[in-house]
């Protein structure tokens, strides 16, 4: 069974302040995603990562940072915590597909809340 | 890149009824199409998928319909249940690398 854990469920962080989101997966998966889930938005893909130490930007990158020193672990970093920057944030990872997709497996997400 | 379309953005029904939501993606060469529920403080999670080389597909009170021609896919929930109340959002791929390109999300309501 697949378990991804996100390393809080709820943050509250000032304007200005460096916050770190860390996502774990125990699946060997060798994708991991960082979205944000915002009401009417749907899912907005943030950076992907497909291997340790490579990384690509998504859709809305701005203002985020992103490190995979180890396979099991996805860290998405805000630099500058702003309050247009509070919202839900998922983690994912998949295995690599030869030829086709495969499901993604989310985390339970990190509620952040920029004062 | 691929852009994807869903409709509606909400969706109340009856106990028993049947409920449909669509999809409308941009890039013909896409050939995979998964929707995901979210139920109320939980997690996304895969329900059903389809590839490009099938039109339809089953499982239980839920089905997914292709229309490659016309470039759109739906989702079908038959005889609504309570816990059928969720957010569901569709996708299609996005380049490579597993990447998907999400819904903005349709939220159901089943009324008992």
């Known amino acids: 069974d697949v378990k991804v854990t996100q390393s809080s469920r709820y943050l509250v962080k000032r304007t200005g302040e460096k916050v770190f989101l860390e996502c774990v997966q125990d699946?060997?998966?060798?994708?991991m995603f960082w979205y944000r889930q915002d009401p009417g938005l749907g899912l907005r893909l943030i950076y992907f990562?497909?291997?340790?130490?490579?990384?690509e930007k998504g859709d809305i990158p701005e203002g985020y940072s992103v490190s995979r020193e180890k396979k099991e672990r996805f860290s998405l970093i805000l630099e500058s915590a702003s309050t247009n920057q509070t919202s839900m944030y998922l983690c994912?990872?998949?295995?690599?597909?030869?030829?086709?997709?495969?499901?993604?497996?989310f985390g339970p997400g990190t509620r952040l809340t920029v004062l | 890149g691929e852009n994807v379309e869903q409709h509606p953005s909400t969706l109340s029904v009856q106990e028993g009824d049947s409920a449909v939501i669509k999809c409308t993606y941009s890039?013909?060469?896409?050939?995979?199409f998964p929707w995901y529920k979210q139920e109320l403080g939980k997690r996304p999670q895969l329900i059903i998928d389809?590839?490009?080389?099938?039109g339809e597909k089953k499982d239980q009170r839920i089905a997914v319909t292709l229309n490659k021609t016309a470039k759109h896919f739906s989702l079908h929930i038959t005889e609504t249940q309570p816990e059928d109340s969720a957010v569901y959002f569709c996708?299609?791929?996005?380049?490579?690398?597993?990447?998907?390109?999400f819904g903005a999300g349709t939220i159901l309501r089943v009324k008992s």
């Open positions: 389809i590839r490009s080389n099938v």
């Open positions: 994912a990872s998949t295995s690599l597909g030869q030829l086709s997709y495969n499901e993604q497996f």
């Open positions: 699946m060997d998966h060798e994708n």
């Open positions: 890039d013909s060469a896409s050939n995979y």
């Open positions: 996708a299609a791929p996005r380049e490579y690398g597993n990447k998907l390109v």
């Open positions: 990562s497909y291997d340790v130490k490579m990384k």
